[in-house]
């Protein structure tokens, strides 16, 4: 499944962070960026042919999570629906409370953060474990009192990989009349997902996280509600979003999209595979490794994703400076200590141990078990172990 590029001793393992372009979604866009160059809002052929397309694409991601296309509105990725969700409904229902994580991605804490600093709102953070495990207990009584609010909670966590159980979280909020929200960004393409069994009221994707193109993603919006757009200028996204529509991309996503569910059995076992190889040789190869969150447990957490917890050393420093020497690319970063650093807020937030290395491998289908040995090869050379 590898790239034909793609070379044992040059390894990309920060999926997490965006995924090669599928071959499939570039000659799907081609197209659209040489000869059908019609604005989708223009009333001539040129612009009515380009409109159609668009709106098959909407059809098909919304067939694929099971919505109407009505429900579906194109963004520039997954930071600004999050912020859609956020604002939209905070400023058009009259919310004065919200209901987060500590573990969420920044696209939604900075956004409640913002509205809380303004005095819009009263934020408050569902408990959790050492491992991450989010105390849904503590989200019922977080609602028990108050119970409207905006509650937003992640499905696949990009940093350690923890799944929630987002469908418990959704029965939580629809018993409380609470909103939810749910970043499915790291999940989206990788998962299956269903908005009519789910019932969310926000719910998130981006093409670049699942083999499709960066500046798009979607949002879907339960038609319960009725919120503001965020961006203004415009009748675009019916009413919703204004601006012209990135036309190329909102095809690429929905083919990267398609072919995601068409192939998803295939992928999760090879990709599952990879992980499980990792977790192996890592073992095998390093004294004294740990594992952040849930993320060596095959049903508590993603697929793609596997944070690593290197024992104490000064070799921590400059750890992925060195393997980024050696030709291997990821993304890590130990716990904060009092603001010295500029560490994970999710590590720091799940007490992890700040003189301990952490290192997130993030996998995809066009990852291959000889880049899985060749980058445990190299980490384990740093700590002079010979790698098994």
Do not use: W
Not at 29 to 43: D, K, Q
Not at 121 to 149: C, F, K, M, S
Not at 303 to 318: F, R
Request: glycine share 8%; charged share 20%.
């Amino acid at each position: 499944m590898a790239l034909a590029s793609a070379s044992p001793t040059t390894v990309y393992f920060d999926n997490a962070a965006t995924t090669p372009l599928d071959p499939e979604v570039l000659e799907a866009m081609l197209p659209f960026m040489r000869e059908f160059y019609g604005n989708p809002s223009s009333i001539h052929g040129h612009g009515r042919k380009v409109r159609a397309v668009l709106e098959n694409a909407r059809k098909t991601i919304a067939h694929l999570i099971n919505a109407a296309p009505a429900e579906i509105t194109f963004t520039s990725g997954g930071t600004e629906a999050d912020n859609y969700a956020i604002f939209g409904s905070i400023q058009t229902l009259g919310l004065t409370r919200a209901i987060t994580s500590p573990l969420e991605h920044h696209a939604v804490l900075h956004p409640l953060q913002a509205l809380e600093k303004s005095g819009a709102i009263t934020l408050h953070y569902v408990q959790h474990d050492a491992l991450g495990t989010l105390n849904l207990a503590h989200l019922e009584e977080l609602l028990a009192g108050q119970p409207r609010a905006l509650v937003s909670l992640m499905h696949g966590n990009n940093e350690v990989g923890n799944l929630n159980d987002v469908q418990a979280i959704s029965d939580i909020c629809r018993q409380h009349q609470a909103v939810f929200h749910t970043d499915t960004v790291q999940t989206m393409g990788h998962y299956r997902h269903d908005v009519q069994q789910l019932k969310p009221h926000f719910l998130v994707g981006s093409a670049h996280k699942f083999h499709g193109p960066k500046g798009v993603g979607f949002i879907y919006r339960n038609p319960e509600l009725q919120v503001r757009p965020l961006i203004h200028g415009g009748s675009q996204e019916r009413n919703v979003r204004a601006g012209t529509e990135n036309v190329y991309g909102i095809v690429g996503l929905a083919k990267a999209l398609e072919i995601a569910y068409r192939d998803m059995a295939a992928h999760h076992q090879h990709i599952q595979g990879l992980k499980d190889r990792f977790i192996e040789k890592l073992r095998a190869g390093i004294d004294d490794v740990q594992f952040n969150g849930h993320s060596a447990e095959a049903d508590r957490s993603l697929y793609t994703v596997l944070n690593v917890s290197l024992p104490p050393s000064e070799l921590n420093e400059m750890l992925l400076f060195n393997l980024d020497i050696n030709r291997v690319s990821v993304s890590g970063g130990s716990a904060c200590t009092s603001g010295a650093n500029a560490g994970s807020h999710v590590l720091t937030a799940m007490n992890c141990d700040p003189n301990r290395g952490a290192i997130r491998f993030s996998m995809s289908k066009y990852n291959t078990p000889e880049e899985v040995d060749y980058a445990v090869a190299q980490l384990a050379k740093m700590y002079h172990r010979e790698a098994v």
